[in-house]
């Protein structure tokens, strides 16, 4: 005959595994076939690879070309309402492209309504030398905001140059050093 605690732990490492089989934890069919731990439910397709990138991609171009026709405090030259070279050539660009003419020209606010309002009368002025006939501009809060002094140039000197690790964004990149990234300097004895 078999002694108690024998029957106990027999008893329990039985009851142990059926609730193992029942609760899902050895298979991946779950209670009933259904599978809990399932990203997809059965049956369904899930969407094809890369689709998240792809939404997120368009999700960024269709901000950046929201901000193309936003004029921000920078674009103006100081506390004034006369626009900088570069904000007219881009609105040229814009007018050019048909976009000044398909989405409004928002201005960021300066905390002067009476800044906004000239700058407003110049920008439209400044579309309507370009040709566009009845321009939207409005005073609005951009959705991408400009960055401080500081920041921007750090930013902008990290596009177009080479950058070491004292500057720029991101990690830092190592200036390439002589033809084809191939270094040229003497080394004597050793692996560098």
Same mark, same amino acid.
């Given at each position: 005959?078999?002694?108690k605690?024998?029957?106990?732990?027999l008893?329990?490492t039985?009851?142990?595994?059926a609730?193992?089989?029942?609760? !899902?934890? %050895?298979? &991946?069919?779950?209670i009933?076939?259904?599978?809990?731990? +399932?990203?997809?439910p059965?049956?369904? /397709?899930?969407?094809?690879?890369?689709?998240?990138?792809c939404?997120w991609?368009?999700?960024?171009?269709?901000?950046?070309?929201?901000?193309?026709?936003?004029?921000?405090?920078?674009?103006?030259?100081?506390?004034?309402?006369?626009?900088?070279? !570069?904000? %007219?050539? &881009?609105?040229?660009?814009?007018?050019?492209?048909?976009l +000044?003419?398909?989405?409004?020209?928002? /201005?960021?606010?300066?905390?002067?309504?009476?800044?906004?309002?000239?700058?407003?009368?110049?920008?439209?002025?400044?579309l309507?030398?370009?040709?566009?006939?009845?321009?939207v501009?409005?005073?609005?809060?951009?959705?991408?905001?400009?960055?401080?002094?500081p920041?921007?140039?750090r930013?902008?000197?990290?596009?177009?140059?080479?950058?070491?690790?004292?500057?720029?964004?991101g990690?830092?990149?190592?200036?390439?050093s002589?033809?084809?990234g191939?270094?040229f300097?003497?080394?004597?004895?050793?692996i560098?």
């Open positions: 005959m078999l002694n605690p024998k029957m106990i732990g008893a329990a039985s009851l142990a595994f609730l193992a089989t029942t609760v !899902g934890c %050895t298979s &991946r069919g779950g009933l076939g259904v599978d809990r731990c +399932a990203d997809i059965a049956g369904a /397709i899930p969407e094809p690879a890369g689709s998240k990138v939404n991609q368009t999700a960024q171009v269709t901000g950046a070309v929201a901000d193309q026709t936003v004029l921000y405090n920078a674009d103006f030259i100081g506390m004034s309402a006369e626009l900088s070279p !570069g904000a %007219t050539e &881009r609105m040229a660009r814009n007018a050019n492209s048909g +000044a003419v398909t989405q409004p020209s928002l /201005i960021e606010p300066s905390g002067n309504h009476e800044l906004d309002v000239a700058r407003v009368n110049a920008v439209v002025g400044q309507a030398s370009f040709g566009i006939t009845s321009p501009v409005e005073v609005s809060t951009p959705a991408a905001l400009g960055l401080r002094g920041q921007a140039e930013v902008a000197s990290g596009f177009g140059a080479i950058r070491n690790s004292s500057s720029g964004t990690a830092p990149i190592s200036q390439p002589g033809l084809g191939q270094s300097g003497s080394q004597v004895g050793g560098f």
